[in-house]
């Protein structure tokens, strides 16, 4: 099969890898349908994330049909299709059972990252009857790809650890698609005001039609921040996620915070950051951190499948996995080619 894999910082390429088979009772292979390149994939490529050995096929997101099933898997056979969620759990370990699968002692986040993951022809799920979903009727595929991460994390690690709740201030900090995946989940729970901030103002301009009730550019940090005041009559924001993974953007979300407020990191963050702990300890915050646990996946499949929300209105662009290089250098220079998310098919 062919894999896009990583060659060290920098480096990637499409190779001719072996067809993964089942090696454990509870595995499943999966022969991917639609996958997709997350904001993550680009700090691997640029060495943020220094544990993913060269050679790894990279990817954690996807829609696939099942192809071959191990013996001790229950809740699926061959043919089924499914949803691979970005997040392995066996279901059994002491973080499993308190909900906590993003640190499954089994999984977690594995998949494109210690072991080969899903921009490939085949991918080998571990622990499948808790790592996959049946997809229900009436959802395309491109709204269940962005069910394998974005959504779940923008909600999990955005929405509900920064207690986003009715009549708040928020503000989110980077408009890419795991800032919209917060921003249209944000809306479940009626906040007052939901300020964009980003440097990119045709995705800005977009974040204003998913339901953001104002936009900031922030070439000019301390405008942000007076801007962001204004707004707030001189208090802050109530909640602030950082969705980007930058010093810079952390702190954005540190000055423009209320006191009483909650920082919420969603952004992968490859080099540290200044804390002015000087001048928050008196302020009442929380920050919060995490890798998402994909727990609310089973909630957004039903919430789509009720069109309440319309994921696949984040996909800008579509390749097929033979120019999946291609659809890397779109998305590399997103504000460039005005990409938000991008859809690998496979057919």
């Known amino acids: 099969m062919k894999a896009l894999s990583y060659m060290g910082v920098g480096k990637k390429e499409v190779l001719e890898k072996d067809k993964p088979r089942v090696e454990d009772s509870t595995d499943v292979v999966v022969k991917l349908v639609k996958t997709t390149i997350c904001g993550t994939d680009l700090h691997i490529m640029a060495g943020h994330v220094p544990e993913v050995p060269e050679g790894l096929t990279i990817g954690h997101e996807g829609v696939g049909i099942v192809e071959e099933v191990g013996d001790g898997v229950a809740n699926f056979k061959v043919g089924d299709k499914v949803l691979i969620s970005c ?171 209320s006191p009483g407020g909650r920082v919420a990191v969603i952004g992968v963050h490859g080099e540290s950051v200044e804390f002015h702990l000087e001048t928050l300890w008196i302020k009442n915050i929380n920050v919060s951190t995490g890798l998402v646990s994909t727990y609310t996946t089973p909630m957004l499949l039903k919430t789509v499948a009720s069109g309440k929300i319309t994921p696949n209105e984040l996909v800008t662009h579509h390749f097929h996995f033979n120019d999946i290089l291609k659809a890397y250098d779109t998305f590399e220079k997103a504000a460039e080619n005005k990409a938000l998310k991008l859809i690998i098919d496979f057919d």
């Open 87 to 257: 997040i392995t759990s066996c279901g059994k370990c002491h973080y499993c059972k308190k909900g906590l699968y993003a640190h499954c002692k089994d999984g977690g986040w594995i998949l494109g990252h210690l072991i080969d993951g899903t921009q490939a022809e085949y991918v080998r799920i571990r622990h499948a009857d808790n790592s996959l979903h049946h997809v229900p009727k009436g959802i395309d595929d491109d709204s269940l790809v962005m069910l394998s991460d974005i959504f779940p994390t923008g909600l999990e690690i955005g929405v509900l650890s920064g207690q986003v709740e009715p009549g708040c201030t928020v503000a989110i900090v980077g408009a890419g698609p795991i800032g919209m995946a917060a921003l249209l989940t944000a809306q479940f729970y009626s906040p007052g005001k939901i300020i964009m901030i980003d440097l990119d103002d045709n995705r800005l301009e977009l974040s204003k039609e998913f339901g953001a009730t104002h936009t900031i550019n922030s070439k000019d940090p301390e405008a942000t921040i007076r801007e962001v005041m204004e707004l707030t009559d001189g208090v802050g924001v109530d909640v602030a996620m950082e969705a980007v993974g930058y010093p810079q953007t952390f702190d954005l979300c540190q000055q423009m915070i």
